[in-house]
């Protein structure tokens, strides 16, 4: 489907707009494929958990594109810590709608929003961990901007898990590369001066020839957490917390709690285009 946009569009890049639109025609295939492989799905997040337990104390995360919330749902359960302050942002509203409903169905809290990768809708610092799998890396146009927002974000730790290019055949960097795949992410981490603590193979995810890094990123940052991790989308300040809403006293900007599962659904913000 990609591959068709970029033809009809001309442009040899997966633009944000294109991803989208393919991300809409899976809709139902995560929870589809969490359903007859959970033996897989709970190898692969229980690898997730135990890297997240061995991190220094944490009390909240976020994950970068969830999919269909089947990847979070699992691996929290697994956190050594019971009280985790949890959210999720994605690019599209179908997956979000698709999201919330599978949580919904289980009776699960979520916090839940649509932000673009390049203007993340949470305010520096928001997260201890951040994290992200196979999410980003159809950006290869984005392989600078993509981790510098994520960095952004998180206060202790940021966790990438994508397709490892390195370490692939030579058939498998040509179909990386023909579908523009990320493929310096830890290069371009480390020359942003990012602190690369772990770089290796996801053991339990690997799909020859196409086998899953993990990238895990230090950062030491002497801050309080943040409470409220929301900022207006227009100026990009913090929304205060007023009760039944969140509220923006330089422009008066807000949102009513009622609405927060539609949190911020009506804006794009596409800043590294």
């Known amino acids: 489907m990609i591959q068709f ?49 061995r991190l220094d104390g944490f009390s909240s995360i976020t994950e970068a594109g969830f999919g269909e919330n089947t990847t979070m749902e699992m691996f929290l ?13 994605n690019f599209t509203w179908p997956h979000l709608n698709s999201g919330f409903k599978f949580l919904e169905n289980r009776k699960l809290k979520t916090n839940l929003l649509i932000s673009d990768l390049c203007s993340i809708l949470f305010r520096g610092y928001a997260f201890d961990v951040e ?45 990386m590369e023909f579908h523009s795949y990320m493929r310096e992410i830890k290069e371009r981490a480390e020359k942003l001066g990012m602190k690369v603590v772990s770089y290796r193979h996801q053991n339990s995810l690997q799909k020859p020839p196409n086998p899953t890094e993990l990238i895990l990123i230090k950062k030491n940052v002497q801050t309080a957490n943040i409470k409220n ?34 949190f911020f659904t009506g804006f794009e913000f596409n800043s590294c285009n």
């Open 5 to 53: 946009l970029k033809n009809f569009s001309g442009s040899n890049q997966n633009l944000a707009e294109a991803i989208n639109i393919s991300c809409d025609f899976q809709i139902g295939s995560y929870i589809k494929y969490w359903g007859v492989n959970q033996n897989k799905s709970y190898g692969y997040t229980l690898e997730i958990a135990g890297i997240i337990n």
């Open 77 to 89: 359960i697994k956190l050594a810590k019971n009280e985790i302050e949890a959210y999720r942002f």
């Open 229 to 262: 991790p929301y900022m207006c989308p227009y100026i990009r300040t913090a929304l205060i917390d007023k009760g039944e809403c969140y509220f923006s006293e330089e422009n008066y900007f807000y949102i009513p709690k009622k609405w927060q599962y539609y």
């Open 131 to 175: 994290y992200s799998s196979h999410s980003i890396e159809s950006s290869r146009e984005k392989e600078k901007e993509v981790p510098l927002e994520f960095y952004q974000v998180t206060l202790k730790y940021l966790i990438l898990i994508n397709s490892m290019y390195k370490l692939v055949s030579e058939e498998a960097k040509k179909g």
